[in-house]
């Protein structure tokens, strides 16, 4: 296993900020988060020529493209597959996350399934002659949002080169391991976050700290290990409300490393 920082953690600062702090942190690699202002979502050679450059010469890997390709979107735009694959393809990135429609699987007909099935296959095909991997996003209001319909999604997609992104929900009911279990076979990538209750609400939630919230993330980080996992460990976002962003993302990255191996 590996270890990463999502470049979207400090999404309101320039790529190279990002890039330094997971220099500092002793990681592997980054996501590179597919929007302004770190990549554009326009493909541009120049651009992410000059974004590969930033993060080879600190001795990163870039892990992850984080694009905002959405098969089977309803409402919200999505990158188009052209510009998505030529911008990892300029990163050399050997992964791309993806998102499944923009519509939870509770209120999804049949027609919105096959629409999200069928444009996940035709990207994942695309992709496979390129060398690369997709991971669709487990997200609420997407059609993977949860252990099941993740499971048929990637089944009836039926490509080897299809997979998940793994990440706990934003609950604090949520049983991430039993979830984790359901999709093992299929998880290409993972997203660390964690939650606790806000001002002791059990009502309210809000970021923690990766060590401090209701999720454990020994057993989850063991049972990946167990299973032969050798993809990344990213650390996602900041938890909220602290005086040191930068600081808390340190500590995170941190506690990652020292429980990986």
Same mark, same amino acid.
């Given at each position: 296993?590996?270890?990463?920082?999502?470049?979207?953690?400090?999404?309101?600062?320039?790529?190279?900020?990002?890039?330094?702090?997971?220099?500092?942190?002793?990681?592997?690699?980054?996501?590179?988060?597919?929007?302004?202002?770190?990549?554009?979502?326009?493909?541009?050679?120049?651009?992410?020529?000059?974004?590969?450059?930033?993060?080879?010469?600190?001795?990163?890997? =870039?892990?992850?493209?984080?694009?905002?390709?959405?098969?089977?979107?309803?409402?919200?735009?999505?990158?188009?597959?052209?510009?998505?694959?030529?911008?990892?393809?300029?990163?050399?990135?050997?992964? =791309?996350?993806?998102?499944?429609?923009?519509?939870?699987?509770?209120?999804?007909?049949?027609?919105?399934?096959?629409?999200?099935?069928?444009?996940?296959?035709?990207?994942?095909?695309?992709?496979?002659?390129?060398?690369?991997?997709?991971?669709?996003?487990?997200?609420?209001?997407?059609?993977?949002?949860?252990?099941?319909?993740?499971?048929?999604?990637?089944?009836? =997609?039926?490509?080897?080169?299809?997979?998940?992104?793994?990440?706990?929900?934003?609950?604090?009911?949520?049983?991430?391991?039993?979830?984790?279990?359901? =999709?093992?076979?299929?998880?290409?990538?993972?997203?660390?976050?964690?939650?606790?209750?806000?001002?002791?609400?059990?009502?309210?939630?809000?970021?923690?700290?990766?060590?401090?919230?209701?999720?454990?993330?020994?057993?989850?980080?063991?049972?990946?290990?167990?299973?032969?996992?050798?993809?990344?460990?990213?650390?996602?976002?900041?938890?909220?409300?602290?005086?040191?962003?930068?600081?808390?993302?340190?500590?995170?990255?941190?506690?990652?490393?020292?429980?990986?191996?």
């Amino acid at each position: 296993m590996k270890t990463a920082l999502c470049s979207i953690a400090f999404r309101e600062r320039l790529l190279e900020y990002s890039l330094d702090l997971a220099c500092e942190a002793g990681l592997d690699g980054v996501e590179i988060w597919g929007r302004e202002p770190h990549i554009s979502e326009e493909y541009d050679a120049n651009r992410v020529a000059a974004a590969r450059r930033m993060v080879v010469d600190r001795g990163l890997e =870039v892990a992850v493209f984080g694009s905002y390709l959405r098969p089977g979107a309803v409402e919200n735009e999505s990158m188009s597959l052209r510009d998505t694959l030529q911008i990892a393809a300029g990163l050399e990135v050997p992964l =791309v996350r993806v998102w499944a429609s923009d519509v939870g699987s509770d209120r999804a007909d049949e027609a919105l399934w096959k629409r999200t099935v069928e444009g996940c296959r035709e990207a994942a095909c695309a992709a496979e002659k390129m060398g690369m991997r997709l991971a669709v996003e487990m997200h609420t209001h997407t059609l993977a949002d949860t252990a099941t319909s993740a499971r048929r999604l990637v089944e009836d =997609v039926g490509r080897e080169n299809f997979g998940l992104n793994y990440q706990p929900l934003p609950s604090l009911n949520d049983d991430a391991l039993k979830r984790l279990e359901r =999709v093992l076979p299929w998880v290409f990538h993972l997203h660390a976050q964690n939650y606790a209750a806000l001002n002791g609400d059990p009502e309210k939630i809000e970021r923690a700290g990766l060590a401090d919230g209701v999720i454990d993330y020994v057993p989850l980080v063991r049972l990946l290990r167990e299973n032969g996992y050798d993809g990344y460990l990213a650390v996602e976002f900041s938890p909220s409300n602290v005086d040191d962003k930068r600081a808390a993302v340190l500590r995170d990255c941190i506690y990652l490393q020292n429980i990986k191996d």
